[in-house]
């Protein structure tokens, strides 16, 4: 007995001893010490959590972010909106994140006054799955608002053929894909509806989780974009980057100028600046449909959410330095991911609102 | 005794098309798994790479990699299994050998409906229970919500499994003066000993699969975390976040974790079943 | 010095009939076996910290969804809509694609785990039979996140071309296989919730049916059985423990939730056809928890979950009372006590 109780032993040892190396190789990778997520000599750590769409965009201002400033360690995990607006009111994070801006009632449920910073801009696209059709199909708003009505079923309507003359469309069923989880993508996308449709707004309404007419649900923005890829005959709305990844097709709308724009980059920020002269003073606001001659109708503001007065001054100071950071060096890298940056006009007006965080009523930024 | 020809014939050919169709069975079942493992490492295996094991995740177009989500995923195992293991096999051996009468029954029950609750109510059971209070993500939180959806799964495996020890065995040290305690846990569990593994091997496999209750619980990081008052990465969680994003790098990404979570919990099987094989 | 085993129902060691407590004194401070006293005690702690953990989980879903049952009552049960817009709650749609979803996975998962276990216990060589365990026991372990990419990008298709076009035209004059095919519905569901639990059963009843007694086979193999008829005498032996196995199944078919939204559909509909979309309770909370940020929706949200523990009850009782219907009858099972 005692040899093989020795045995088990130096076994268990032998297993360990390369997990121990693994562990030591890794080590080397780490920034810093920091227990707690206290202030003090070593690292600072701050926690922000929400929206899915910027995810990838904030990873990479988190990581340029943490080369230029190493004893910062800030993480970001994507909940989805409605998750970061919790956890804010919470207090379990530092910031939170949002696509579509709280409404009234959430802001009241928060236990201090809570600031929108705008961070960049994104589209949501239609995009189709449809062979043997090589250009991009036009659509006009009431003929979207009446496809995912259920009212226009088939392929070859006559509605959508007189959008698209010379188009060999099939005479098949339109196979709807919407969001079965709540979105900001859907809130937008059905926001947008339910302006340029009445129909719409009285039958279903704008709402992160609607009740669609007809459809299937997929999960998250990757969820549809596999179901339209994999099926033929369907529609559905994504993110930009999305469909541009997968290499989907991307519709034309007709914006309210009457001209069909594509979604790209430019067309998106130029929503954003036909329209940054109504922006409230919340920073709170739609931009979908705008007017101007070049603006993609269905453009959405992704949103950092902080509160205007931070308990704990040292990490108010980071928090602040890095959302100035954002704003201005960070929109840089929105566009090789295929996010549009803020129009000049609505940086001032960011720019205002961050240098009104204060802590303990002296403003953070000097 | 019945031999008469036709339905010998009979007998013998219902022999042959069963054990045809359970090893049908058994090559379907493989095959399945075949398809599954070959689609993930046809996504993922150009992934894999050494400095995909060591680093830290990083921004789309740069590489990086889950050393610190696989990690992070040992250390929740560790800690879900050290609260989980030893719950469920003592609920379990106290339904085995005092399990008559309506507590135990009542147990038992809860323990079956337990198996069904989804993993997302546990997370957000212990986000209310832990983390709100706490105004903090960490790693033992995390750990705990693991651990109790390890804990009904273990129970109800080991009581059955201590059911099967053949009563000859409990007699032959009972008659032995050996006290029901030491019989319990020096004769009978190690006899149960490798069902027992494959019962906490089923409830390892299951949680480390799970993302859900990790999101609201262990939280996620980009970092290296040993401590257990921190947020902590996790394979699951990293995979989730790959996987959701619109790009094919951090989708090869995905995959190419998936197959490093198999392989670890292949290995994690292997050891224990080393440890818990049959000595007689 | 022979210790007598304290549970034997006597006046000396305290106990009555069905494990009772007679006298507690007795049962409790037995003479000369604390270690006894201690060793039960102390698993009795863990079984109530179980009990009262399930309890407090229980007391909470209850709570938060009493705003949602006094304003639907048992109306909820029988509503069909669902719509966060107009607060319109209804749970009919969820607990049809749950149950159903949860059959057909049973159906397959059932006889196909049997067969791989019966086929690694009684019939492939050793050497053949530790790695096919190990594998199919691998497949418990994939996230259930990849469960779902791999069902849209490779089931769900595979589906939509080769079986569902067979399955209706054999079988479209049944209302179970008519309607448009697209791959992404109750029946996808159901075969990826399937593919999901096999394991599980499977490496159970595989430890159940090793732990059967070789006499019985040898017994069986000695009275002239074919080697199908001696396993089927292994089988009646292991009922108890394959009906524990079915159980671990169903319970993580009923709860599974990302594997299962991301193929079923996600629309709230009852639907004769088995190829149209549906929705389950554990999707839907996954789907719409945490953004649900309006108390109603919230409660009624928390009124599913409960509704799903309610379920989940019916459906063990209605196994559990299955299983003793069928083993009532049969003899020597391979219990210890």
């Known amino acids: 007995m005692a040899s093989s109780k020795n045995r088990r032993r130096m076994t268990l ?152 003359a010379g188009v060999n469309l099939p005479v098949t069923d339109i196979t709807v894909v919407h969001r079965s989880d709540g979105s900001g993508t859907t809130a937008v996308f059905t926001d947008y509806l339910s302006k340029i449709s009445a129909e719409w707004k009285e039958k279903v309404g704008a709402d992160k989780s609607p009740q669609w007419p007809t459809g299937q649900g997929g999960k998250g923005n ?58 409230p003073e919340d920073l709170r606001t739609s931009i979908t449909n705008p007017a101007g001659a070049n603006a993609y109708p269905i453009s959405s503001y992704t949103y950092i959410l902080v509160y205007k007065d931070q308990k704990d001054a040292t990490k108010g100071k980071a928090l602040v330095d890095f959302l100035w950071w954002g704003i201005h060096d960070g929109e840089k890298f929105a566009k090789d ?22 802590s303990g009523g002296k403003p953070l930024r000097q | 005794m019945n031999t008469s020809a036709p339905r010998k014939n009979l007998r013998l050919t219902t022999n042959t098309i069963m054990t045809t169709l359970t090893a049908a069975c058994a090559f379907f079942a493989v095959s399945i798994l075949v398809l599954i493992l070959g689609y993930i490492a046809w996504r993922g295996i150009a992934a894999i790479n050494l400095r995909f094991l060591i680093d830290t995740p990083k921004p789309v177009g740069e590489g990086g990699g889950i050393g610190n989500a696989i990690t992070g995923t040992l250390l929740l195992l560790l800690i879900a299994s050290a609260i989980g293991m030893p719950f469920g096999i ?12 309506g507590f135990a029954s009542l147990v038992r029950f809860v323990a079956d409906t337990m198996t069904g609750v989804p993993s997302i109510v546990v997370g957000v059971f212990v986000y209310t229970l832990i983390v709100l209070p706490m105004k903090q993500f960490s790693t033992l939180s995390g750990g705990l919500a693991l651990a109790l959806i390890m804990i009904p799964i273990v129970t109800r495996t080991t009581e059955e499994m201590i059911h099967l020890v053949p009563t000859s065995l409990r007699e032959g040290a009972l008659a032995l003066g050996a006290p029901q305690w030491r019989v319990t846990m020096g004769v009978v569990l190690p006899a149960a000993s490798s069902g027992i593994a494959t019962g906490a091997m089923l409830a390892i496999a299951r949680v480390s699969g799970e993302t859900a209750p990790l999101l609201f619980t262990a939280f996620g990081s980009r970092f ?32 190419a974790a998936t197959l490093v979570l198999m392989t670890l919990i292949l290995v994690i099987n292997i050891t224990v079943r080393f440890f818990t094989r049959r000595k007689f | 010095m022979v210790n007598p085993q304290p549970t034997l129902p006597s006046p000396a060691s305290g106990y ?138 490779v089931l769900a298709p595979f589906l939509r071309v080769h079986v569902e076009p067979v399955l209706a035209r054999w079988f479209g004059w049944l209302p179970l296989f008519q309607g448009p095919v697209t791959g992404i519905g109750l029946f996808t569901g159901g075969i990826i919730l399937a593919i999901m639990i096999a394991p599980i059963i499977s490496a159970v009843v595989r430890d159940v049916l090793a732990a059967v007694p070789v006499s019985q086979r040898e017994a069986a193999l000695a009275l002239g059985a074919t080697r199908w008829e001696t396993t089927r005498v292994v089988l009646a032996n292991a009922a108890s423990g394959i009906a524990g196995a079915i159980i671990l199944g169903l319970g993580r078919a009923i709860g599974e939730t990302m594997a299962v939204t991301m193929v079923i559909g996600n629309r709230p509909q009852i639907s004769a056809s088995l190829f149209e979309p549906s929705y389950t309770i554990a999707s839907v909370i996954a789907n719409e928890f945490t953004e649900a940020t309006d108390n109603l929706y919230l409660s009624a949200l928390i009124e599913i979950g409960l509704i799903l523990f309610l379920v989940t009850f019916i459906v063990n009782g209605a196994a559990k009372l299955l299983v003793w219907g069928v083993t009532r009858g049969t003899s020597g099972t391979a219990r210890a006590t």
């Not at chain 2, 003592?90 to 009468?101: K, N, R, S, V």
Request: net charge neutral; glycine share 10%.
């Open chain 2, 224 to 255: 290296f975390n040993w401590y257990l008052d921190q947020p902590i990465a996790s394979l699951t969680v990293q995979i989730y976040n790959y996987a959701i994003s619109p790009y094919d790098e951090w989708h090869a990404q995905a995959w």
């Open chain 1, 222 to 279: 990757e969820g549809v974009t596999g179901m339209v890829k994999q099926q033929p005959d369907t529609i559905g709305y994504v993110e930009l980057a999305y469909a541009m990844q997968s290499k989907l097709p991307v519709a034309q709308i007709k914006n309210s100028a009457g001209n069909f724009i594509t979604a790209s980059i430019e067309a998106v920020t130029a929503a954003a600046a036909s329209s940054a002269a109504s922006l």
């Open chain 3, 16 to 153: 009555g009939a069905r494990g009772r407590v007679r006298n507690w004194r007795r049962a409790f401070v037995p003479t000369g076996n604390t270690g006894d006293a201690l060793f039960r005690g102390l698993l009795f702690l863990f079984a109530l910290l179980l009990l009262l953990i399930v309890a407090t989980m229980m007391a909470a879903i209850a709570a938060n969804s009493l705003p949602s049952i006094h304003k639907f009552g048992f109306a909820f049960l029988t509503g069909r809509a669902w719509n966060p817009v107009t607060g319109q709650f209804g749970a009919l749609p969820f607990i049809y694609g749950t149950l159903v979803s949860s059959l057909i996975a049973l159906l397959i998962a059932v006889p196909l785990s049997l067969g791989v276990a019966v086929f690694l216990v009684e019939q492939a060589p050793r050497s053949l039979a530790r790695p096919i365990a190990f594998l199919v026991e691998l497949l418990a372990a994939i996230p259930s996140v990849v469960y779902g990419l791999w069902g849209i990008f």
């Open chain 2, 90 to 101: 003592a609920t379990g051996i106290y339904l085995a050998e005092f399990g008559e009468g």
């Open chain 1, 13 to 164: 040892v032998l297993l360990c001893a390369p997990l121990l190396a693994f562990a030591a190789a890794c080590s080397g990778q780490r920034g810093g010490v920091g227990p707690g997520t206290g202030s003090g000599g070593g690292t600072l750590n701050l926690l922000g959590a929400g929206a899915t769409f910027p995810n990838p965009l904030y990873q990479k201002w988190l990581s340029e972010y943490g080369k230029l400033n190493p004893n910062t360690r800030i993480d970001y995990q994507s909940i989805g909106s409605g998750g970061g607006i919790k956890q804010i009111q919470a207090g379990t994070v530092d910031f939170g994140a949002s696509d579509a801006p709280m409404k009234n009632d959430e802001l009241k449920g928060a236990p201090g006054e809570l600031l929108h910073i705008p961070t960049v801009l994104g589209a949501v696209v239609i995009t189709y799955n449809l062979q043997g059709i090589a250009q991009p199909l036009k659509f006009s708003p009431d003929v979207i608002a009446d496809i995912f009505l259920g009212k226009i079923k088939k392929w070859d309507d006559p509605r959508i053929r007189a959008d698209n």
């Open chain 1, 337 to 358: 991911l295929q996010y549009a940056p803020l129009p000049d006009e609505v940086v001032k007006r960011a720019e205002a609102k961050i240098n009104s965080i204060t």
